[in-house]
């Protein structure tokens, strides 16, 4: 009996702490709606493995975007942006199904997963990562508008070692504020997202240059800015 009793008395804590922590995210997730994020768990895991390096990131209003940067980064990254509610259960079953053939584990994240990973998550494939991932990507498509959910993901997408946000990557990059972007300079930051610690805004490779000859055509295909009118 004080075996079962015990097995009770951590159940229970267990589920009041599960239900702490959710509460805790739906918090902060309905604050962040409306407060701009100080800082997102990527910039902090960069500056404590980098302690003499600055992170570099500088806040900036969707509507001081130039428009072609949310356009590069959904025409390079997730197309069904305006649609899905924030995981693209088609593009999982995809993956998984791709991963039981033993083709390896892709990563099938849209827009608002990679914001939900970058503010609070770590780096990783694991399903552990990647259920945590999908819960609050539902969430955040949930409590958030899409643009918002835009204006925070191109605040705190890294965009180089240490560069986070589009208006920090459109100064160093090009010397200009983010509203001033062209398409062809959106799209040459938007193509070093998968990977900006190796990919080079600054001394594109041909596979840079070729994903960005790949997002204008998308972008163009897409109906151009007409396309965010339906967010």
Known sequence: MARISIVKRLSRTVVWAFLALVLLFVSLLLLFRYVNPPTSAFMLSYSFANPDEDVQQRWVGFSDMSPWMPLAVVASEDQRFPDHWGVDFAAIRKALAEYRAGEGLRGASTITQQTAKNLFLWNGRSFVRKTLEAGLAL????????????????????????????????????????????????ARLAA????????????????????????RGQMDQLSGLQYLKRL
């Open 192 to 215: 070093v997202l998968p990977n900006p610690k190796v990919l080079s805004v600054a001394s594109p490779s041909p596979y840079v240059r070729d994903r960005i000859f790949w997002i």
């Open 139 to 186: 969430a955040v498509d949930g409590l958030w508008p899409k643009r918002r959910i835009l204006e925070v993901y191109l605040n705190i997408a890294e965009f180089g070692p240490g560069i986070y946000g589009v208006e920090a990557a459109s100064q160093l990059y090009f010397g200009i504020p983010a509203r001033q972007l062209s398409a062809a300079q959106a």
